[in-house]
Protein backbone atom coordinates (compact mmCIF):
# COMPACT_ATOMS: atom_id res chain seq x y z
CA UNK A 1 0.00 0.00 0.00
CA UNK A 2 1.31 3.28 -0.78
CA UNK A 3 1.08 7.01 0.77
CA UNK A 4 -1.27 9.73 -0.91
CA UNK A 5 -3.56 12.87 0.31
CA UNK A 6 -6.83 10.57 -0.91
CA UNK A 7 -6.02 7.90 1.52
CA UNK A 8 -5.36 10.80 4.29
CA UNK A 9 -8.83 11.99 3.49
CA UNK A 10 -10.51 8.79 3.83
CA UNK A 11 -8.94 8.23 7.76
CA UNK A 12 -9.50 11.96 7.96
CA UNK A 13 -13.24 11.15 7.11
CA UNK A 14 -13.67 8.98 10.02
CA UNK A 15 -13.84 11.37 12.39
CA UNK A 16 -16.43 14.34 13.71
CA UNK A 17 -16.01 17.10 11.54
CA UNK A 18 -13.18 19.69 13.40
CA UNK A 19 -13.57 23.67 13.94
CA UNK A 20 -10.08 23.39 12.30
CA UNK A 21 -6.51 21.63 11.97
CA UNK A 22 -3.72 22.40 13.61
CA UNK A 23 -0.79 20.50 12.17
CA UNK A 24 2.19 19.88 14.91
CA UNK A 25 5.21 20.73 12.09
CA UNK A 26 8.65 19.81 13.12
CA UNK A 27 10.07 20.06 9.86
CA UNK A 28 11.20 16.42 9.83
CA UNK A 29 10.05 14.17 7.17
CA UNK A 30 6.72 12.27 8.42
CA UNK A 31 5.26 15.44 9.69
CA UNK A 32 6.32 17.50 6.25
CA UNK A 33 4.21 15.25 4.45
CA UNK A 34 1.61 15.34 6.71
CA UNK A 35 1.83 19.37 6.23
CA UNK A 36 1.95 19.01 2.53
CA UNK A 37 -0.53 16.41 1.98
CA UNK A 38 -3.33 18.25 3.75
CA UNK A 39 -2.02 21.55 1.66
CA UNK A 40 -2.35 19.25 -1.45
CA UNK A 41 -5.68 18.63 -0.34
CA UNK A 42 -6.81 22.47 -0.39
CA UNK A 43 -10.33 23.07 -0.58
CA UNK A 44 -11.54 18.79 0.09
CA UNK A 45 -10.69 19.83 3.52
CA UNK A 46 -13.52 20.72 5.39
CA UNK A 47 -12.10 23.18 7.75
CA UNK A 48 -8.99 25.74 7.53
CA UNK A 49 -5.24 24.44 8.52
CA UNK A 50 -2.33 26.16 10.42
CA UNK A 51 0.77 24.49 11.65
CA UNK A 52 2.92 24.89 14.94
CA UNK A 53 6.35 24.27 15.21
CA UNK A 54 8.14 23.96 19.12
CA UNK A 55 11.83 24.40 19.82
CA UNK A 56 12.49 22.82 22.73
CA UNK A 57 15.73 24.78 23.06
CA UNK A 58 17.77 21.70 23.55
CA UNK A 59 20.16 21.64 20.47
CA UNK A 60 22.06 24.55 19.19
CA UNK A 61 21.00 23.86 15.54
CA UNK A 62 16.88 24.44 16.70
CA UNK A 63 16.84 27.89 15.69
CA UNK A 64 17.98 26.92 12.18
CA UNK A 65 15.10 24.27 12.13
CA UNK A 66 12.61 26.78 13.73
CA UNK A 67 13.35 28.87 9.90
CA UNK A 68 12.95 25.95 8.17
CA UNK A 69 9.61 25.42 9.06
CA UNK A 70 8.99 29.26 8.32
CA UNK A 71 10.18 29.35 5.31
CA UNK A 72 8.20 26.20 4.46
CA UNK A 73 4.82 27.31 6.20
CA UNK A 74 5.25 30.32 4.23
CA UNK A 75 5.92 28.54 0.47
CA UNK A 76 2.84 26.45 1.23
CA UNK A 77 0.69 29.70 2.28
CA UNK A 78 -0.11 28.45 5.53
CA UNK A 79 -0.22 29.96 9.10
CA UNK A 80 2.58 28.92 11.46
CA UNK A 81 3.01 30.13 14.95
CA UNK A 82 6.53 28.97 16.46
CA UNK A 83 6.78 28.29 20.32
CA UNK A 84 10.64 28.51 21.87
CA UNK A 85 11.26 26.71 25.04
CA UNK A 86 14.63 26.43 26.97
CA UNK A 87 14.51 23.58 28.77
CA UNK A 88 16.85 21.90 31.14
CA UNK A 89 16.48 18.42 32.25
CA UNK A 90 17.00 17.55 36.13
CA UNK A 91 19.68 14.89 36.43
CA UNK A 92 18.16 11.54 36.37
CA UNK A 93 14.99 12.51 34.27
CA UNK A 94 14.08 11.61 30.59
CA UNK A 95 15.08 13.86 28.18
CA UNK A 96 12.62 12.37 25.47
CA UNK A 97 9.44 12.54 28.52
CA UNK A 98 10.90 16.18 29.59
CA UNK A 99 10.59 17.78 25.77
CA UNK A 100 7.27 15.82 25.04
CA UNK A 101 4.88 16.98 28.02
CA UNK A 102 6.74 20.37 27.47
CA UNK A 103 5.53 20.44 23.52
CA UNK A 104 1.77 18.96 24.54
CA UNK A 105 2.17 21.34 27.12
CA UNK A 106 2.13 24.71 24.53
CA UNK A 107 -0.06 22.61 22.08
CA UNK A 108 -2.92 22.06 25.02
CA UNK A 109 -2.89 25.81 25.61
CA UNK A 110 -2.90 27.09 22.10
CA UNK A 111 -5.04 24.74 20.75
CA UNK A 112 -8.84 26.44 20.00
CA UNK A 113 -12.24 24.97 21.31
CA UNK A 114 -13.00 21.99 18.64
CA UNK A 115 -9.70 22.20 16.84
CA UNK A 116 -8.25 18.94 15.86
CA UNK A 117 -4.77 18.48 16.43
CA UNK A 118 -3.07 16.12 13.75
CA UNK A 119 0.51 14.63 14.72
CA UNK A 120 2.69 12.71 12.14
CA UNK A 121 3.08 9.28 14.28
CA UNK A 122 3.20 6.03 12.22
CA UNK A 123 2.80 2.42 11.91
CA UNK A 124 6.41 2.11 12.50
CA UNK A 125 6.00 4.49 15.61
CA UNK A 126 3.53 2.51 17.29
CA UNK A 127 5.23 -0.38 16.82
CA UNK A 128 8.49 1.02 18.64
CA UNK A 129 5.92 2.42 21.49
CA UNK A 130 4.39 -1.27 21.62
CA UNK A 131 8.06 -2.91 22.23
CA UNK A 132 8.78 0.21 24.82
CA UNK A 133 5.99 -0.66 26.63
CA UNK A 134 6.11 -4.38 27.03
CA UNK A 135 9.98 -3.98 28.02
CA UNK A 136 8.33 -1.65 31.03
CA UNK A 137 6.12 -3.88 31.58
CA UNK A 138 3.32 -2.00 31.04
CA UNK A 139 -0.51 -3.18 31.81
CA UNK A 140 -3.23 -2.91 28.90
CA UNK A 141 -3.69 0.51 28.43
CA UNK A 142 -0.05 1.17 27.99
CA UNK A 143 0.06 -1.94 25.26
CA UNK A 144 -2.85 -0.14 23.32
CA UNK A 145 0.23 2.27 22.71
CA UNK A 146 -0.88 5.34 20.86
CA UNK A 147 -4.81 6.24 20.25
CA UNK A 148 -6.22 7.38 16.55
CA UNK A 149 -8.13 9.49 17.99
CA UNK A 150 -8.15 11.00 21.89
CA UNK A 151 -9.74 14.02 23.31
CA UNK A 152 -7.37 16.67 24.18
CA UNK A 153 -7.80 19.34 26.05
CA UNK A 154 -10.24 21.80 24.18
CA UNK A 155 -10.15 19.69 21.18
CA UNK A 156 -9.27 16.49 19.37
CA UNK A 157 -5.94 15.04 18.76
CA UNK A 158 -5.65 12.89 16.14
CA UNK A 159 -3.18 10.73 14.39
CA UNK A 160 -4.34 9.75 10.90
CA UNK A 161 -0.58 7.93 9.45
CA UNK A 162 -1.06 5.27 11.90
CA UNK A 163 -1.59 2.69 9.21
CA UNK A 164 1.93 4.01 6.90
CA UNK A 165 4.94 3.01 7.41
CA UNK A 166 8.14 5.49 7.59
CA UNK A 167 9.25 3.54 4.13
CA UNK A 168 5.97 4.75 2.45
CA UNK A 169 5.83 8.37 3.82
CA UNK A 170 9.96 8.44 2.75
CA UNK A 171 8.77 7.81 -0.85
CA UNK A 172 5.77 9.65 -1.31
CA UNK A 173 8.58 12.76 0.02
CA UNK A 174 10.98 11.79 -2.15
CA UNK A 175 8.28 11.41 -5.23
CA UNK A 176 7.00 15.04 -4.33
CA UNK A 177 10.39 16.17 -3.77
CA UNK A 178 9.86 17.59 -0.48
CA UNK A 179 13.06 18.59 1.96
CA UNK A 180 13.31 18.33 5.17
CA UNK A 181 15.79 18.44 8.41
CA UNK A 182 17.48 15.04 9.97
CA UNK A 183 17.65 15.28 13.05
CA UNK A 184 20.99 14.06 14.44
CA UNK A 185 19.81 13.21 17.67
CA UNK A 186 17.77 10.48 16.14
CA UNK A 187 20.75 8.19 15.47
CA UNK A 188 21.90 8.79 19.09
CA UNK A 189 21.40 4.99 20.30
CA UNK A 190 21.84 5.85 24.03
CA UNK A 191 18.06 6.81 23.89
CA UNK A 192 15.54 3.38 24.14
CA UNK A 193 13.51 4.30 21.34
CA UNK A 194 16.62 5.25 18.93
CA UNK A 195 18.09 1.82 20.11
CA UNK A 196 15.18 -0.13 19.28
CA UNK A 197 15.05 1.57 16.05
CA UNK A 198 18.31 1.26 15.07
CA UNK A 199 19.61 -2.05 16.70
CA UNK A 200 16.76 -4.28 17.10
CA UNK A 201 13.78 -3.22 14.72
CA UNK A 202 16.12 -4.28 11.95
CA UNK A 203 16.51 -7.53 13.10
CA UNK A 204 13.10 -8.41 13.69
CA UNK A 205 12.25 -7.19 10.61
CA UNK A 206 15.01 -9.49 8.71
CA UNK A 207 13.10 -12.36 10.13
CA UNK A 208 9.33 -10.39 9.95
CA UNK A 209 9.12 -8.28 7.48
CA UNK A 210 5.55 -7.43 7.95
CA UNK A 211 6.74 -7.01 11.98
CA UNK A 212 5.42 -3.26 12.60
CA UNK A 213 1.88 -3.89 10.63
CA UNK A 214 1.53 -6.86 13.05
CA UNK A 215 2.47 -5.12 16.18
CA UNK A 216 0.33 -2.13 15.03
CA UNK A 217 -2.40 -4.50 14.83
CA UNK A 218 -1.80 -6.00 18.15
CA UNK A 219 -2.02 -2.63 19.78
CA UNK A 220 -5.28 -1.99 18.22
CA UNK A 221 -6.62 -5.14 19.75
CA UNK A 222 -5.42 -4.35 22.97
CA UNK A 223 -7.05 -0.71 22.71
CA UNK A 224 -10.25 -2.76 21.41
CA UNK A 225 -9.97 -5.17 25.01
CA UNK A 226 -9.07 -1.66 27.40
CA UNK A 227 -11.88 0.14 25.86
CA UNK A 228 -14.33 -2.76 26.49
CA UNK A 229 -12.77 -3.09 30.74
CA UNK A 230 -12.90 0.35 30.83
CA UNK A 231 -16.56 0.53 30.26
CA UNK A 232 -17.30 -2.38 32.21
CA UNK A 233 -14.88 -0.32 35.38
CA UNK A 234 -17.04 3.42 34.59
CA UNK A 235 -20.15 1.31 36.18
CA UNK A 236 -18.15 0.36 39.31
CA UNK A 237 -16.74 4.24 39.29
CA UNK A 238 -19.98 5.68 39.19
CA UNK A 239 -20.91 4.25 42.15
CA UNK A 240 -17.87 5.38 44.17
CA UNK A 241 -17.51 8.42 42.49
CA UNK A 242 -18.75 12.08 44.38
CA UNK A 243 -19.19 14.48 41.47
CA UNK A 244 -19.62 16.97 44.08
CA UNK A 245 -15.52 17.58 44.53
CA UNK A 246 -14.34 14.58 42.48
CA UNK A 247 -13.43 12.82 45.56
CA UNK A 248 -14.02 8.63 45.86
CA UNK A 249 -15.31 6.84 49.12
CA UNK A 250 -12.70 4.90 50.34
CA UNK A 251 -14.62 2.34 52.64
CA UNK A 252 -16.35 1.32 49.05
CA UNK A 253 -12.94 1.38 47.24
CA UNK A 254 -11.65 -1.17 49.78
CA UNK A 255 -15.08 -3.27 49.49
CA UNK A 256 -14.18 -4.31 45.95
CA UNK A 257 -11.83 -6.96 44.67
CA UNK A 258 -8.00 -6.06 45.08
CA UNK A 259 -8.04 -6.77 41.42
CA UNK A 260 -10.35 -4.12 40.61
CA UNK A 261 -8.44 -1.86 42.66
CA UNK A 262 -5.21 -0.85 40.87
CA UNK A 263 -7.28 -0.64 37.20
CA UNK A 264 -10.30 1.39 39.04
CA UNK A 265 -7.46 3.77 40.08
CA UNK A 266 -5.98 4.15 36.63
CA UNK A 267 -9.31 4.74 35.12
CA UNK A 268 -10.24 7.80 37.94
CA UNK A 269 -6.94 9.29 37.57
CA UNK A 270 -6.52 9.24 33.61
CA UNK A 271 -10.10 11.25 33.56
CA UNK A 272 -9.13 13.51 35.74
CA UNK A 273 -6.29 14.69 33.03
CA UNK A 274 -3.71 13.75 35.25
CA UNK A 275 -0.29 11.57 34.06
CA UNK A 276 -1.05 8.00 35.03
CA UNK A 277 1.13 6.59 37.99
CA UNK A 278 3.55 3.63 37.71
CA UNK A 279 2.72 0.20 39.26
CA UNK A 280 4.88 1.31 42.06
CA UNK A 281 3.06 4.26 42.82
CA UNK A 282 -0.43 2.67 42.55
CA UNK A 283 0.96 0.03 45.10
CA UNK A 284 1.73 2.67 47.45
CA UNK A 285 -1.73 4.51 47.10
CA UNK A 286 -3.26 1.14 47.88
CA UNK A 287 -1.04 -0.12 51.21
CA UNK A 288 -0.04 3.42 52.31
CA UNK A 289 -3.39 5.29 51.24
CA UNK A 290 -6.55 3.30 51.00
CA UNK A 291 -4.76 1.60 53.84
CA UNK A 292 -4.56 3.89 56.20
CA UNK A 293 -6.10 4.79 59.73
CA UNK A 294 -9.31 6.77 59.24
CA UNK A 295 -7.58 9.48 61.13
CA UNK A 296 -4.32 9.88 58.93
CA UNK A 297 -3.47 12.09 56.75
CA UNK A 298 -1.61 10.30 54.12
CA UNK A 299 0.12 11.59 51.16
CA UNK A 300 1.53 9.76 47.91
CA UNK A 301 2.53 12.22 44.86
CA UNK A 302 4.06 11.87 41.02
CA UNK A 303 5.06 13.78 38.66
CA UNK A 304 2.23 16.72 38.55
CA UNK A 305 -0.32 15.24 41.17
CA UNK A 306 -0.88 13.94 44.54
CA UNK A 307 -3.46 11.74 45.99
CA UNK A 308 -4.64 12.60 49.58
CA UNK A 309 -6.93 11.17 52.42
CA UNK A 310 -9.50 13.01 54.41
CA UNK A 311 -11.49 10.55 56.37
CA UNK A 312 -13.86 8.17 54.00
CA UNK A 313 -12.84 10.27 50.81
CA UNK A 314 -9.89 10.27 48.19
CA UNK A 315 -8.71 13.59 46.56
CA UNK A 316 -6.69 13.26 43.75
CA UNK A 317 -5.22 17.36 43.25
CA UNK A 318 -2.37 19.30 41.72
CA UNK A 319 0.91 19.43 43.82
CA UNK A 320 0.17 22.47 46.42
CA UNK A 321 2.41 25.31 46.13
CA UNK A 322 5.22 26.40 48.80
CA UNK A 323 3.47 28.13 51.37
CA UNK A 324 4.58 30.70 54.18
CA UNK A 325 1.39 31.16 56.82
CA UNK A 326 3.91 33.92 58.26
CA UNK A 327 2.54 35.78 55.16
CA UNK A 328 0.16 38.98 55.96
CA UNK A 329 -1.98 41.56 53.71
CA UNK A 330 -3.16 44.89 54.85
CA UNK A 331 -6.88 45.24 53.59
CA UNK A 332 -7.13 49.53 52.80
CA UNK A 333 -10.58 48.86 51.50
CA UNK A 334 -9.63 47.38 47.70
CA UNK A 335 -12.87 45.19 46.10
CA UNK A 336 -10.59 42.78 45.80
CA UNK A 337 -7.10 41.31 47.06
CA UNK A 338 -5.47 38.58 45.89
CA UNK A 339 -4.13 36.06 48.43
CA UNK A 340 -0.60 34.32 48.07
CA UNK A 341 0.35 30.60 46.57
CA UNK A 342 -2.34 29.77 44.29
CA UNK A 343 -5.73 30.72 47.07
CA UNK A 344 -7.54 32.85 44.87
CA UNK A 345 -8.65 36.03 45.80
CA UNK A 346 -10.98 37.66 48.53
CA UNK A 347 -13.88 40.23 46.96
CA UNK A 348 -15.22 42.30 49.79
CA UNK A 349 -18.70 43.92 49.19
CA UNK A 350 -21.63 45.65 51.10
CA UNK A 351 -24.82 43.42 51.86
CA UNK A 352 -26.40 45.49 48.95
CA UNK A 353 -23.64 44.30 46.88
CA UNK A 354 -22.06 47.15 45.85
CA UNK A 355 -18.09 46.60 45.22
CA UNK A 356 -15.86 48.90 47.99
CA UNK A 357 -15.70 49.87 51.50
CA UNK A 358 -13.76 52.79 53.31
CA UNK A 359 -12.22 51.58 55.92
CA UNK A 360 -10.26 53.27 58.83
CA UNK A 361 -6.37 52.71 57.63
CA UNK A 362 -4.06 50.33 59.55
CA UNK A 363 -6.92 48.23 61.52
CA UNK A 364 -7.51 45.69 59.09
CA UNK A 365 -5.64 42.82 58.18
CA UNK A 366 -5.60 39.29 56.38
CA UNK A 367 -3.10 36.46 58.06
CA UNK A 368 -3.28 32.67 58.38
CA UNK A 369 -2.99 30.20 61.01
CA UNK A 370 -0.15 29.32 62.53
CA UNK A 371 -1.09 27.13 65.35
CA UNK A 372 -2.75 28.07 68.46
CA UNK A 373 -4.94 31.09 68.15
CA UNK A 374 -8.12 31.21 69.23
CA UNK A 375 -11.89 33.10 68.74
CA UNK A 376 -15.09 33.79 70.19
CA UNK A 377 -17.29 32.44 67.14
CA UNK A 378 -20.39 35.13 67.43
CA UNK A 379 -23.50 33.46 68.73
CA UNK A 380 -21.92 30.83 70.82
CA UNK A 381 -20.46 32.93 73.80
CA UNK A 382 -17.23 30.36 74.16
CA UNK A 383 -13.95 31.00 73.34
CA UNK A 384 -12.47 28.31 71.25
CA UNK A 385 -9.46 27.29 69.26
CA UNK A 386 -9.34 27.74 65.37
CA UNK A 387 -7.93 25.07 65.12
CA UNK A 388 -11.27 22.89 65.67
CA UNK A 389 -13.62 25.13 64.43
CA UNK A 390 -11.69 24.03 60.87
CA UNK A 391 -12.22 20.88 61.84
CA UNK A 392 -16.23 21.42 63.01
CA UNK A 393 -16.30 23.07 59.18
CA UNK A 394 -15.26 20.26 57.08
CA UNK A 395 -11.81 22.29 55.99
CA UNK A 396 -9.70 19.10 54.53
CA UNK A 397 -6.62 18.84 57.09
CA UNK A 398 -3.87 20.23 54.19
CA UNK A 399 -6.23 23.62 53.75
CA UNK A 400 -6.04 24.51 57.43
CA UNK A 401 -2.99 26.84 57.67
CA UNK A 402 -4.01 28.16 54.20
CA UNK A 403 -7.31 29.64 55.10
CA UNK A 404 -7.33 33.76 55.60
CA UNK A 405 -8.22 35.21 58.82
CA UNK A 406 -9.63 38.59 59.16
CA UNK A 407 -7.74 40.83 61.74
CA UNK A 408 -9.04 43.59 63.05
CA UNK A 409 -6.88 45.59 65.73
CA UNK A 410 -4.44 42.47 66.38
CA UNK A 411 -8.03 39.69 67.07
CA UNK A 412 -9.46 37.65 64.65
CA UNK A 413 -12.70 38.82 63.54
CA UNK A 414 -13.55 36.46 60.93
CA UNK A 415 -12.61 32.90 59.59
CA UNK A 416 -13.36 33.56 56.42
CA UNK A 417 -15.44 31.18 54.70
CA UNK A 418 -16.41 29.28 57.85
CA UNK A 419 -17.75 31.88 60.30
CA UNK A 420 -17.50 35.30 62.37
CA UNK A 421 -16.25 36.56 65.58
CA UNK A 422 -17.26 38.77 68.15
CA UNK A 423 -14.35 41.64 67.24
CA UNK A 424 -16.53 41.50 63.82
CA UNK A 425 -19.45 42.34 65.33
CA UNK A 426 -17.91 45.25 67.56
CA UNK A 427 -16.42 46.55 64.59
CA UNK A 428 -19.32 49.02 62.73
CA UNK A 429 -17.94 48.52 59.20
CA UNK A 430 -18.56 45.17 59.28
CA UNK A 431 -22.01 45.10 59.70
CA UNK A 432 -22.49 45.83 56.33
CA UNK A 433 -19.42 43.94 54.99
CA UNK A 434 -20.19 40.59 53.15
CA UNK A 435 -16.37 38.85 52.54
CA UNK A 436 -16.26 36.08 49.77
CA UNK A 437 -13.26 33.90 49.34
CA UNK A 438 -12.85 32.59 45.35
CA UNK A 439 -10.30 29.73 46.08
CA UNK A 440 -9.65 27.55 43.31
CA UNK A 441 -8.33 24.74 45.27
CA UNK A 442 -10.88 22.25 47.47
CA UNK A 443 -10.64 23.10 50.98
CA UNK A 444 -13.33 21.92 52.46
CA UNK A 445 -15.39 18.57 52.42
CA UNK A 446 -18.33 19.21 49.79
CA UNK A 447 -21.66 17.01 50.75
CA UNK A 448 -22.02 13.70 48.94
CA UNK A 449 -24.02 14.34 46.06
CA UNK A 450 -27.36 12.02 46.22
CA UNK A 451 -27.10 9.09 43.68
CA UNK A 452 -30.79 8.27 42.29
CA UNK A 453 -31.84 5.21 42.95
Given at each position: ?7 LLNTLSKFSLPTGYLIGFSGGMDSHVLLYAMVVLGERLP ?192 QIHDPADGTLCVSLLNALPAGQLAALLRLWIGRSGYALP ?39 MSPLPSFDPCHSLVWRGESELSLPAGLGTLRFQDNQGVA ?98
Open positions: MSFSPDHAPLRAIHVDHGLQSQSTTWAGHCQSVCRKLNIPLETFSLQLKPIKGESLEAVAREARYGVLAREIRPGEMLLTAHHQDDQAETLLLQLLRGAGLSGLAAMPELTRFDKGIHARPLLDSTRNELTRYATDVGLHWIEDASNQDIEFDRNYLRHQVVPLLKARWPAMSRTLSRSAGHCAEADRLIEALLSRELEGSAILERIITEVLGSRLDGNPLVSWRGAEIRRYRDRLYLGVSPEPGRYRIRFRQGGETCRPLGRGINKKIKHLLQEAGVLPWMRERVPLLEVDGEIAEIIGVCRCEPDGQAPIFRHLKITWNCPLPWRRQPPVKKPD
